[in-house]
């Protein structure tokens, strides 16, 4: 079970940190990620996190402006959002899967979303 929470309303140029909780499973066997969806458009993959959190990979609209992490300690995973835009608006969907990365969204395990907002 995945819980996502930190999501709301910023100003353009603002930041946000996502959080999402993840129970029920073994979390360090899991690779994390976050996808988002706005509306009229189709889901969206934007970061991804390995096991250990040695690896990371992110959307090019993201790079450099957003950061995933993972404690494994505290079974949670993060999206430091920063310099944020209007087009980041969307619900973000905090996923998991055992198998491993992919950027289509064919995780096994999905979140209820948290909505950001991004006002101009």
């Known amino acids: 079970q995945l819980q996502a929470s930190g999501g709301g309303l910023v100003q353009a140029g603002g930041s946000l940190r996502l959080s999402c909780a993840a129970s029920g499973r073994t979390f360090s066997t899991l690779v994390m990620g976050w996808f988002r969806q706005a509306p009229g458009k189709e889901r969206e993959f934007v970061a991804a996190?390995?096991?250990?959190?040695?690896?990371?990979y992110y959307a090019d609209s993201v790079k450099g402006r957003f950061t995933i992490s993972r404690d494994n300690a505290k079974n949670t995973v993060y999206l430091q959002m920063n310099s944020l835009k209007p087009d980041d608006t969307a619900v973000y969907y905090c996923?998991?899967?055992?198998?491993?990365?992919?950027?289509?969204?064919?995780?096994?395990?999905w979140g209820q979303g948290t909505q950001v907002t991004v006002s101009s």
């Open positions: 996923t998991a899967d055992p198998r491993g990365f992919t950027k289509t969204p064919q995780w096994h395990f």
């Open positions: 996190i390995n096991w250990s959190g040695g690896g990371t």
